[in-house]
């Protein structure tokens, strides 16, 4: 069944929101990138899957700001378990114990509102609570039982582009030419079109932001190591929920090593995934082609 977005520009009086070309418009309703693109296999053992994951669609007005619907919580809820039982089925049921899952979020908010990241984060542990009950697994192959708030960890270097709530001077300038957070204005800021002013105004911009955010997945890729030292003969699944405009730059730059400026739709709920083996080496197999990933 075909999906389609639908984008309601608002604009202040007097504005004309831009104009999409045949081409961003024919992306924006036909996303390149889809859940079906994060791999749905367990790592090998001793190895590690990483799952970067857009969040599911919010509320960008009325109450609730910033929070995801009803109706996309509960697709993520039924979207992660059947994601979480493929991955089970992909090993024979005695290794089924061995494999441990770790769910982070960002904890952006949405114009000083809901966390879409981190309550899809938090219908990702749902899932996997059911989930792993109903193959009479245990919760402790979850890793944030083992921390003290037992719930998602929230993480500030996967946050959205920190010009949203920072740089309120330069958001008005994108929001003044392009509309409010349109394809358009993403664009803008992946291109770094007004770099000149950006700089200007102190805002951090896309090679800063991917740098951020790829810090992270380092720091991942190191929680990995340490805990197949101290955790031999075990699987680890990490799953990182982050935004649109992280996992988008993220892809263009480390995975496919395309043009960073050329719009890249992706899909809510939608992701990749990053194979960590046992020597460490990162790839990730997408839309068919395997890549080795760039860290």
């Known amino acids: 069944m075909r999906q389609y977005i639908l984008i309601v520009i608002m604009t202040k009086e007097g504005h004309r929101p831009p104009e999409f070309s045949a081409e961003l418009q024919k992306q924006i309703e036909n996303p390149e990138v889809r859940a079906a693109d994060i791999s749905r296999s367990l790592p090998e ?11 599911e669609r919010y509320q960008r007005s009325g109450e609730s700001l910033g929070s995801l619907t009803p109706e996309s919580a509960q697709k993520a809820y039924d979207q ?21 899952f770790l769910v982070v979020g960002s904890n952006t908010k949405f114009r000083g509102e809901g966390m879409r990241s981190m309550e899809t984060a938090g219908q990702v542990l749902r899932a996997l609570h ?33 010009f949203l709530d920072d740089s309120k001077e330069y958001f008005d300038l994108l929001l003044q030419r392009y509309g409010d957070e349109t394809q358009e204005f993403w664009k803008a800021f992946e291109e770094d079109s ?6 200007r105004l102190g805002a951090e911009g896309p090679d800063e932001m991917d740098q951020r955010f790829t810090n992270y997945l380092r720091a991942l890729t ?4 340490y805990f197949h030292k101290t955790n031999p ?3 680890l699944v990490v ?28 899909d809510y709920g939608a992701g990749v995934s990053i194979e960590v083996d046992p020597q460490g080496n990162l790839t990730s197999r997408f839309q068919g082609t395997e890549y080795q990933v760039d860290l």
Request: charged content about 30%; hydrophobic content about 30%; cysteine-free.
């Open 45 to 55: 053992m001793d190895g590690t899957k990483i799952i970067i994951q857009r969040h």
């Open 222 to 225: 190191k929680y990995a190591e």
């Open 239 to 266: 799953w990182a929920v982050s935004h649109y405009d992280t996992v988008s730059p993220f892809i263009k730059r480390h995975i496919t090593k395309s043009d960073p400026h050329q719009y890249l739709a992706i």
């Open 80 to 100: 992660s378990r059947q994601l979480i039982n493929d991955m089970l089925r992909s090993v024979p049921e005695q290794e089924r114990t061995d494999v441990q």
């Open 130 to 162: 059911d989930e792993l009950s109903e193959e009479h697994l245990n919760a402790s192959q979850i890793e944030n039982q083992k921390s003290v708030r037992k719930d998602v960890a929230p993480i500030t270097r996967m946050q959205a582009p920190r």
């Open 233 to 235: 003969g075990k699987r």
């Open 194 to 199: 007004h770099k000149e002013e950006r700089l």
